[in-house]
Structure formats: C-alpha cells, structure tokens
C-alpha cells in the first residue's frame, strides 16, 4: 500500500509557475519538478475543496494550468470536524488569523489520516516552531498528526 500524501497549494504553485529569478525560489522549483515527475507515483495522492479553492484564484490561465495538475488526483472534502481541528490547530500552534486556511490544511490532513502533509508554506506549516503545537494538538483529537515536510526533506525510500 502507497503512502498517503495531502499536496498543499504551494506544491501546485511551483509546479505551475514560470520558472522565478529568486535562486531559492528557482531551485525550490526545480526540487518540485524532479520530485513530481520522479517519485510521486509512490504516493497515494490527495488534495481538498481548499487547494482547489486557493488554485482558482488570480489569474484565469495560470488557475487553469494549475487546475489540470490535479484534475485526476481525489479531493477531500471540508466539514464541521476539520473546521474545529482548524481552530484548534490556530490556537495550538499559535498561528496569525491570517494563517486559518494553513491550519485547515494540516487539520484536512490529520483528519483523513495522511502520511505526509507536502508543503513550501515555511512560515506557519513546515516550520520547526509551529511542528511540535501541531503534533500536539492533532494527537490531543485522538489522531496521529502526519509527517510535514518540503519535497526535499521527503523520504526517498519507502
């Protein structure tokens, strides 16, 4: 059986993007790419009504170039349980109002029992500070919180 894996919007963004003069940027991009068309196929892969939501906005051709990268992957639905793990993972974890989609995210994760939760969003999901909280609070539900990591700190092995 495939390890289950939650792509978050950041994945589908760099995969979509033009390719940045940012050299982080570039090689984060480049990173997504190699990992997308290398070893994605060991993952049962996942997205939620939030990526899709959040892969709409901006601009039309870029959200359809976006949309088509995950026309054959299964969403997860969003609902009263992850909304309230949502919340509870804000407070946890100390998160900004502003970060209450990145908390659904790890909540859409924990809650329909992800292995990994792939991710670039640095600042409030994959940050060494927030990870324990997360752990914490996801596990406080009765769950066990999934592995948050960037496409380069991803096992290669399974």
Known sequence: MKPRLYLETSIISYLAALPS???VVAAHQ???HEWWTERRSRY???VSELVIREIRMGDKNAARKRLSLVESISVLAIDDSTIV???HLQKCAQLPE???ADALHI???AFHSMDFL???NCRHIANGRTRRFIDDAV???GMLPPMIVTPEELPEED
Do not use: M, V
Request: aromatic residues 8%; charged residues 25%; without cysteine.
């Open 21 to 23: 003069r940012d050299l």
């Open 30 to 32: 480049q990173i997504t």
């Open 44 to 46: 049962e892969i996942f």
């Open 85 to 87: 793990l949502g919340e």
């Open 98 to 100: 502003k970060a209450n």
């Open 107 to 109: 909540a859409l994760a």
């Open 118 to 120: 792939l991710t670039w």
């Open 139 to 141: 596990r406080s539900h």
